[in-house]
């Protein structure tokens, strides 16, 4: 089923996630329900956090939501920076209206267990490379306006204090 997708500055965004120790019925549903809602919400990734999980799960497609033809899913993900570094513009399902300049590594390594209990282990780069890091940011609490300037930062911390007043009356 689709879930709510938490938005900055709700704190459960800057949660530590934890390890998935066992792969259950349970986390099979949430992957399941986190790839929905990220198909809904036009995203090409999601992290178990964005819809108020607190385990290092996350799901990708890189294909796009029109498309929809590469969903991977992935427990524990740990990736290795390998080279280069590339500065993107970046958005984020959980901080409306941002679009930002970020600079990530342009080659990774992940490794990962897909939901079969498998070992993943593959390299990547361009928009998938770019993805992972964003995601995986997720999981350790890390939202792409932490790696923005202090000013762009301040700014749209402004704007969303108007949003909440607004949202209050
Ligand atoms: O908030 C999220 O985690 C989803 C976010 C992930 C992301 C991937 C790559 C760069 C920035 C952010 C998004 O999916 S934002 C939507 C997006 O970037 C996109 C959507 C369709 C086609 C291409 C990009
Ligand atoms: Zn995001």
Not at 35 to 45: L, N, Q, R, S, V
Not at 130 to 151: A, M, N, P
């Amino acid at each position: 089923m689709i879930r709510e997708i938490l938005t900055y500055p709700d704190r459960r965004l800057a949660i530590e996630c934890e390890e998935i120790e066992e792969i259950t019925d349970e986390i099979r549903q949430l992957a399941a329900d986190m790839a929905e809602t990220m198909y809904d919400a036009d995203g090409i990734g999601l992290a178990a956090p964005q819809v108020g999980a607190t385990c290092r799960l996350i799901v990708v497609d890189v294909s796009g939501p029109e498309a929809r033809e590469d969903l991977r899913t992935y427990i524990n993900p740990r990736l290795e920076l390998l080279e280069g570094k590339v500065d993107t513009e970046e958005g984020c399902l959980s901080v409306p209206a941002l679009r930002s300049k970020v600079t990530r590594t342009e080659k990774v390594r992940l490794h990962a267990t897909d939901l079969d209990g498998n070992a993943v282990c593959i390299d990547a780069d361009g928009l998938l490379s770019i993805c992972l890091q964003h995601e995986i940011d997720h999981l350790d609490g890390t939202l792409f306006i932490d790696k923005i300037s202090r000013l762009k930062r301040s700014l749209y911390d402004n704007k969303v204090k108007k949003w909440q007043k607004r949202a209050k009356n």
